[in-house]
């Protein structure tokens, strides 16, 4: 046991006073005269024994009462288990993201408990001590020490932060290791990220949020039934949903609204740690940009209960083909429908350049040897980012490709045999949803190379001999036949349309994602024509201007994670809008699986770090205490001294 001010430790000397009072007032007697003293002395013998015993008793309690007042103002304490690097400067680090939202107790989030935490942290440490307030959002408030009043009333302007952090971030925005730091969170599998190899120098304190088997449903992916529909034709959405808990969820009511106008409802069971899938039908006339909000109620975790996408449809792509001779080719037929393309197609002797600039596809149809200009306009073109397409005349001249194509070891085959084509890599994203059966058993068409560019692992179509059929380099397609029946069938076989397809999807410049999560390092939004310097704008809840490049016909926009939240912004500029863009939170933030406490040490491997095992404030307050501050024993001591004080009255007034 130690004092907190032992000086007062020299009032005990009081003590000699009631033993000095005891020794000397209680020895006076009075002579008495009796007649007969035989039964006097019986009397007397007995009196004494009982004043001698509540003399002892009152002296006692006298001496008690002095010796525990003393002691109440000289503070005793059981002294701290643990000593910290130093009690005058405290790093708090508080997760802040949404998944904190869950419950801990009935009716109290894991947030509001970590607040409580805190709040007990800086109201148990002395005054003099400064405190470092640390969040997912990185505020400049965290960047220096505060008081104590100062950092109360920054917890309450804390809210749900969309960021999530992963530890080797947070470690590396504290920085200094010299000074104690307190680690309150969740301690989520999926956004901690790797293991931490920390040297003696981190004083950790870890402070587990312990959730009790919480089931949450969220939305794992969303995509369009048939990703080659460009214009208003109808489609239909599919929607992943998975549950990250050991319950089952039955009857989940979801709803789709489109432009705030709910187009249709499901519902669904999902097993535990298992998802499912959903779809909705999307009618024709959907034209240009759509806001489209998947929802549904799964409680007590409600932050993911919302799923944010855009339908953003293009006017008409512009294809551009460019043919030896007039007639009409398998090109214009599968690009023939009016509502999604605007087809163009030229002669060789009759080319108008101008249709290059705005042209999202340029398809070089049976041209066996390109000239200087239509070369000259080819390269312009692919340096703008536009996307080229090339099926070869059967006597090709490889040399005048070879510069447009980046591919010096182009070379014409010579009298080879048709030879048919090994089944689609359905793994390939460019099949991505093309096939409603991935079977291996698919009729394949036939082909008669007419060049050779070697070895191609990630080629498109390849032979069943290996060499490939259709590869795309940079923006180029290159198929290895022409489209001629005499060499090929793949013009008539029911692969070449959505093949087609695809291409013409992948050349469309104003095509974008539907929908970003937050931890996405940059958005590309189509930008044609910007004039000026000023800057593109994100438009939402509210305006924002991030750092942005112009790259060709895009621009890159940095995200700022820490000022977007979920939902639709607008990318605009001056008066032109842009595109649609849609935020989500970052799907991991939904996975609450969190540590186990021997998890939680492990993952801090090597390092001085410290486990809490709190269930509620008051708790923690009492740990924090016992750890840190020693137990103060000057209240038991004052009580005593009262107990001790009343028992004196009493003897003197009761005891006879």
């Known amino acids: 046991m130690s004092f907190n001010y032992p000086q007062f430790l020299w009032a005990l000397t009081a003590l000699a006073i009631p033993i000095i009072i005891h020794l000397f007032n209680f020895r006076r007697t009075t002579r008495i005269f009796f007649s007969n003293t035989r039964f006097l002395k019986q009397v007397k013998q007995e009196t004494t024994q009982k004043r001698k015993l509540k003399r002892y008793l009152i002296l006692a309690s006298r001496l008690l009462f002095l010796f525990f007042l003393v002691l109440a103002f000289a503070q005793p304490f059981l002294p701290a288990r643990e000593q910290l690097t130093s009690q005058r400067n405290l790093v708090i680090y508080l997760d802040?993201?949404?998944?904190?939202?869950?419950?801990?107790?009935?009716?109290?989030?894991?947030?509001?408990?970590?607040?409580?935490?805190?709040?007990?942290?800086?109201?148990?440490?002395?005054?003099?001590?400064?405190?470092?307030?640390?969040?997912?959002?990185?505020?400049p408030f965290s960047n220096s020490f505060k008081s104590k009043s100062e950092i109360i009333d920054q917890l309450s302007q804390i809210r749900f932060s969309s960021t999530a952090r992963s530890a080797t971030e947070i470690l590396k925005r504290i920085g200094d290791s010299n000074n104690t730091v307190f680690w309150i969170s969740d301690f989520q599998q999926a956004t901690f990220g790797e293991n931490l190899m920390l040297d003696s120098t981190w004083n950790i304190r870890l402070v587990p949020v312990e959730f009790s088997g919480v089931s949450n449903v969220y939305v794992d992916s969303v995509y369009l039934s048939n990703p080659f529909i460009i214009g208003g034709e109808k489609n239909s959405i599919q929607v992943r949903l998975r549950n990250s808990g050991p319950k089952t969820i039955e009857g989940l009511v979801s709803r789709l609204a489109i432009n705030g106008v709910q187009a249709a409802t499901s519902s669904v069971t999902i097993q535990p740690n298992s998802s499912v899938e959903t779809s909705f039908d999307l009618s024709g006339g959907l034209q240009g940009n759509n806001k489209a909000v998947f929802s549904f109620s799964d409680f007590p975790v409600s932050f993911d209960n919302e799923f944010y996408f855009t339908l953003n449809y293009a006017e008409r792509l512009r294809v551009v083909e460019i043919k030896p001779q007039a007639g009409v080719t398998y090109v214009e037929q599968v690009y023939g429908n009016k509502q999604l393309f605007d087809f163009k197609s030229y002669t060789t002797a009759n080319v108008d350049y101008s249709a290059f600039a705005d042209a999202n596809l340029l398809v070089l149809n049976g041209i066996n040897q390109i000239d200087q200009a239509l070369g000259t306009a080819l390269r312009q073109y692919l340096d703008n980012q536009g996307v080229l397409m090339i099926f070869p005349g059967t006597e090709p001249d490889a040399r005048s490709y070879q510069n447009l194509t980046s591919l010096p070891n182009l070379a014409r085959v010579e009298n080879a045999g048709r030879l048919p084509l090994d089944k689609p890599d359905f793994k390939n994203p460019f099949f991505e949803n093309v096939f409603e059966e991935k079977s291996a058993a698919v009729a394949m068409p036939t082909a008669q190379r007419v060049w050779d560019w070697g070895q191609d692992r990630s080629a498109i179509l390849s032979f069943q001999s290996g060499q490939p059929f259709l590869s795309r380099i940079n923006n180029v397609y290159l198929a290895a036949s022409a489209l001629n029946t005499v060499v090929s069938d793949f013009a008539t076989h029911a692969l070449f349309v959505p093949v087609m397809y695809r291409v013409a999807a992948t050349g469309n410049r104003q095509d974008s994602k539907p929908y970003h999560y937050l931890s996405s390092g940059l958005v590309s939004v189509a930008a044609d024509s910007l004039v000026g310097e000023e800057p593109v704008r994100m438009v939402g809840e509210r305006e924002l201007v991030p750092a942005q490049r112009k790259t060709g016909n895009r621009v890159l926009l940095e995200l700022p994670r820490y000022e977007v939240s979920p939902g639709f912004y607008w990318a605009t500029h001056q008066r032109d809008t842009l595109d649609l863009v849609a935020f989500n939170l970052e799907k991991r933030e939904s996975e609450l699986a969190t540590f186990t406490n021997t998890e939680i040490l492990a993952a801090f491997g090597g390092s001085n770090a410290a486990l809490f095992d709190a269930d509620s404030p008051q708790a923690f307050s009492?740990?924090?205490?016992?750890?840190?501050?020693?137990?103060?024993?000057?209240?038991?001591?004052?009580?005593?001294?009262?107990?001790?004080?009343?028992?004196?009255?009493?003897?003197?007034?009761?005891?006879?």
């Open 96 to 139: 802040n993201s949404y998944s904190m939202s869950a419950p801990v107790q009935e009716k109290v989030r894991g947030l509001d408990a970590a607040i409580a935490y805190v709040r007990e942290i800086a109201e148990l440490f002395p005054a003099e001590t400064r405190f470092k307030l640390l969040t997912n959002d990185f505020a």
């Open 622 to 656: 009492n740990e924090i205490k016992a750890r840190y501050l020693g137990t103060p024993l000057w209240k038991y001591a004052l009580v005593l001294a009262l107990v001790f004080l009343l028992a004196e009255v009493l003897l003197i007034r009761f005891m006879k």
